[in-house]
């Protein structure tokens, strides 16, 4: 949970919001492979996010919030990804569930929910299950009690962000299986948050496990998800755009690191006839093609983030298919453009790039973990689908 002094700075607009995500970037970079190595969870850094006000960026301006575009808060999450993968992706939900309060949630719902996100409070979620038949098999139940309120049961799994929350978005159904969204805070009786993710990458997102049993849930904490997707919506754009962000910043990110590295710390090959490493043409030209790769993505990035704010300003089942599409493209090549560039870093930085003490494994390992959220083969699919066919993708929050 924060711990805040006192409330978060109230960013006024887009330009300064990328202006505080360069500034802590630039900071956490600088202790990422610590924290990697050590699996030291980031709360220090989580507190610095919240005091910036950076995970108020979304809250309308009637509310009292700078409501960036779609192109700036994917430029933020890739800034702070090219630095530190695992703390980038701890605020995605947040963001995705502000969304959702402010696509669906009543008018006292958005005064108070954006008002704690303004001073600094974050969601976390709780919303992917293990063992069920496939992701949209969610079995957690809201059930309603006597008195017009709720009690919440169910096991969450990959529960990114819960652990550092003020605020965890539940994902439940109903008796009549309509999906909806409990916003519990992180200390209610029958909640627990398990510290137990061990993944190989993104090590310290603390993705762990939620149980909850009987949680209490009062009726204003409860919003109708299942509405989101009952016309043209941007939930599933704007959440898988941030993810797009990641992947784009985890392959400038390990780019980045390998140019320092060649130019530093590398030998040249006794066959190239060169002084120094980055003189050798074959690495020049592979760089070349990394380089490529991750304009490409970026490139890509920024498109859809446009695409969203377009559909942003008239949503309709065009301008929202257009979105969800311009976003899958974007997610396929960031998510190419960071395993690529993470595992070629050590084809062109050279064996001694491989020593565990350097971290820069991390990349590679942050890269092809994150890219498992969603199968990429999927979006190339409804991709193919929309630009042959003109078949109009899918409304399941996962476009």
Known sequence: MSSLPEPAHVIADDAEALKVAAALAEEFRHGAAERDARRRLPGAELDRLSASGLLAITVPAGHGGADVSAVTLAEVFRLLAAADASLAQIPQSHFAYVNVVRRQGTEAQRAFFFGEVLAGKRFGNAQSEAG??????????????ADGSYTLTGIKHYSTGALFA???PVLARVANDDLHVAYVPRDAPGLTVVDDWDGMGQRTTASGTVRLEA???PADRVVPHHLTFSGPQLHGALAQLL????????????LAEAVTFVRTKSRPWFESGFETAAEDPLLI?????????VRSAEAL???????VDTARGHLDDDTAAEASIAVAAAKVAAANAAVETGSSLFEVCGTRSALDALGLHRHWRDARTHTLHDPARWKV???GRYVLGGTKPPRHGLL
């Open 132 to 145: 069920t038949k496939h992701l949209q098999d969610i079995r957690t139940r809201l059930t309603p009690a």
């Open 166 to 168: 003020d605020w965890i």
């Open 215 to 217: 949680v209490p849930v």
């Open 243 to 254: 993810h797009a962000a990641i992947d784009a910043g985890i392959a400038s990110g390990a």
């Open 285 to 293: 030209q592979r760089f070349g093609e990394l380089a490529l790769q």
């Open 301 to 307: 990035l920024s498109a859809a983030a446009r695409a």
């Open 381 to 383: 699919q409804h991709i």
